[in-house]
């Protein structure tokens, strides 16, 4: 497998990539503002501290004509979505595209209902960036279908979501990223693979929706290439996720070691963990 | 006391059963819609994951339809409640009731305003198949009166609220759980006394709200009765907190290792720590 | 330095002072409503429980005639601010005005945006017995202009915004707190320095809403001096943090050990560790 990574970047590039970044968002501090749930908006927050960025939880919609133009990237998450908090996700949505600035989605459970996916397809007419999912939120939106997600929860594995995830990004214009036991990102052609993380992340609520942050700060900072920011984010996340996993004792400790990890990860421990490679 | 256990069960049925009831949650991963406040949707869903659940935490009306009826059960819990939030909890009760699905109240602060008892008292009507609460606020709705209640802490000891839980359950047909130093559980005829859990779990917040979210998750797995699900989840959680106890300097870190503890809890510690019994 | 504090107050006085009104929050356990972001309820109940005082977080309109008057403070934070949540900031903060009961303004991000500013002048024409903000923020309400902030995040270090708080105090008639390195705080003459605390705080989401709370509840015991009440609690928060600093890894443990740190202050370690003096 990893042989095949020489087709798209060698090897040896990825590591040192994913820490360049970490470098920039940390000496950049870029500002990303976020219109998330309620569940994930501490975690969230506090992701974006641990690792340099300036997060900012705004999402009223008076607000965004004066305050996105100032944010670096904006982060759009469906969560606990309702009716209200729409137009205001669309209007940051717009303004973005409009100033070429980048916005990721988030499509939590995009297939637990009719509102859910209609809001989310019109999100992604929208043009992000980057849209990061499981696989039951790629394939649901993929297939513009309900029914394949159990909750929040995923029912399928991301490599059963290679196909979804590429067409679209193909029809969407923006890298998809599936999140799984090994997290998928695509343009749509070429397909990276990203080994790292724990199995436990599972186990805490709103890790999915903060790494969805992460890739914005990553993005925020590189964006000669958002395929490599995605990549690059999911890595380090994954990274700190499985420093941290050596002094957890269950999903509680974990996160709690997980964030110090991420605020403390140095050269050394990106270059000799990082697990990215093409996938066929 | 536990040799009064005997006129409902076997005293030592109930360590066995609370037991068999979270391998049972772990096993079959009850999908939970909850319908909650602000401030504990963090906990309640890392509650509910680190017990084996999968917790959905979605609020919005229009969902409702599509949602609610793949959800195992559904937890309401009227903490930080708002007009616009009502709508959508009752139409939740509407549907549990109508499908036969079981669903768990938590009247948070019952007594602190008319607003809330109104409402509390509306949703009690819609037949929960448990309600859970404080001494203050189980007394509120027993008495549909205000001004029993301290903001959100108790004024009055669960023991004190034995009589005021029995009329309640018997007034509305749901099991009755009241927490305190001993929680208190009835279906308005038998009394049972789950005595797990520590003092310091009173100064961090949502670990109530949690606890009834965990019970509508063994409710969940326990349709046949639902007064033994209620023991055993407040058993259980009970258990991990004295386990997490041992671990723990203060609040904080009592959150941390509690939820760990849940997560990590094997027979022989549930079999050893689970101190149930009836009360006169 | 510190041999300037005589002119307020004999240097050691305040140490005792800070225990005095630590142990007045213990004993009385005040109770604080809370009307702020999402992003900070957690950690704000959190810290309210860890330092004694009962939190109630309602943000409803329909409920602050039933409810406020029972409040011995009451702390609005602006921090995800909506038109709909700023009708109950404002009939809570009159009702506080009107029965001579405190409360405190946290003013998150004030220059952000033209429609946050406008808020934020309005709360605080109504009066708040305490301001406690960063820099920007201070600056941002005493210029009433925007643009001079970084999302949440100031742009100022607390000593660059001393005339912007004494201006601010002199014409709202609260006591002013700026936090940073060094937390300033003025009644628009006199100005004291709080020198407790530790960098790492600004790594942690919420930290800064939280201590706004604790005011509230410091406020709430010693209703004699609003200036002192302020002082006490950044400093006791500050002690809190820098014990916590010595076992933490990195921003997420320092979270946990700051609130354990908190509920276990005793008064040895407040008396050793205040420091407090005035400015010129």
Excluded: Y
């Amino acid at each position: 497998m990893e042989s095949n990574s020489s087709q798209v970047r060698p090897t040896l590039e990825w590591p040192q990539k994913a820490w360049n970044l970490l470098a920039g968002v940390r000496s950049q501090s870029p500002l990303i503002q976020c219109i998330t749930n309620f569940v994930s908006m501490d975690l969230m927050a506090n992701t974006l501290l641990s690792a340099g960025a300036s997060p900012a939880m705004l999402h009223c919609i008076e607000e965004i004509p004066d305050f996105t133009p100032h944010a670096h990237a904006v982060c759009i998450n469906i969560g606990t979505l309702s009716p209200s908090w729409l137009p205001a996700m669309k209007a940051a949505a717009e303004l973005c595209s409009k100033l070429g600035k980048p916005w990721v989605l988030d499509p939590v459970a995009a297939g637990a209902s009719s509102f859910r996916l209609k809001a989310c397809m019109e999100l992604v007419e929208m043009k992000p960036t980057v849209i990061r999912g499981n696989g039951s939120e790629i394939v649901a939106l993929s297939k513009a279908s309900t029914g394949l997600t159990k909750g929040v929860d995923s029912i399928l594995e991301s490599t059963d979501a290679v196909e979804a995830a590429k067409l679209l990004a193909q029809a969407s214009g923006a890298i998809v990223a599936v999140s799984g036991a090994v997290d998928i990102v695509t343009d749509g052609k070429q397909v990276i693979g990203a080994r790292n993380g724990v199995a436990m992340l599972q186990k805490i609520t709103a890790t999915g929706c903060s790494v969805t942050a992460l890739i914005a700060a990553f993005v925020a900072v590189d964006k000669s290439s958002a395929l490599e920011a995605v990549v690059s984010a999911l890595s380090i996340f994954g990274v700190a996720a499985e420093l941290g996993m050596k002094m957890a004792n269950g999903p509680a400790s974990l996160r709690m070691h997980l964030i110090d990890s991420l605020h403390g990860l140095d050269e050394a421990a990106v270059l000799s963990h990082v697990n990215i490679g093409s996938l066929p």
